[in-house]
């Protein structure tokens, strides 16, 4: 290297115990996704954010959100839930209503149809969660990896 160029950037690198930890967190995270989307559309043609919002929509009173708690719910953004409330919208499996106190939110309800898909899409969606995750692992080791998982998703929420 000539004498009048910069030394390259020393490139940070993590520990063993924290490359295994971080290696094995992101390929969970990017083979799941894929994963429940797959089951859900064998299962009753839904993908996940839609199965997340119908569920977000069957435990809510009257069946009814307005969309921000909707988006809130269903641990998305409110334009992606937007776009999946559209596709649902189409299929008859919600309709969006007006909200009576306030003319500038929108409420999306539940149909029953829609109930009927979530119903439908839930056994296998729960039977696809214990095997593949978990399953094999003891109620010690479950409520650990909540912990773990909730510390991590506290952190990352930047609500």
């Known amino acids: 290297m000539p004498p009048d160029e910069p030394a390259a950037p020393r490139v940070p690198r993590m520990d063993p115990v924290h490359a295994r930890a971080w290696r094995a967190l992101v390929t969970v995270g990017q083979q799941l ?40 719910g269903s641990l998305s953004s409110t334009p992606r839930t937007s776009k999946a409330v559209t596709r649902l919208q189409k299929r008859g499996l919600v309709e969006r209503t007006s909200c009576a106190g306030d003319g500038r939110a929108i409420n999306v309800h539940l149909t029953r149809e829609g109930l009927r898909t979530y119903l439908r899409a839930t056994p296998p969606h729960i039977e696809l969660a214990r095997d593949t995750i978990l399953g094999d692992l003891s109620d010690e080791e479950l409520t650990t990896l909540a912990g773990l998982l909730e510390r991590v998703a506290d952190r990352l929420d930047d609500r």
């Open 33 to 72: 996704p894929a994963r429940l989307d797959a089951q859900l559309t064998d299962d009753a043609g839904i993908i996940n954010i839609e199965y997340a919002i119908l569920g977000a929509l069957a435990a809510a009173p009257d069946s009814t959100l307005r969309m921000g708690a909707l988006a809130e």
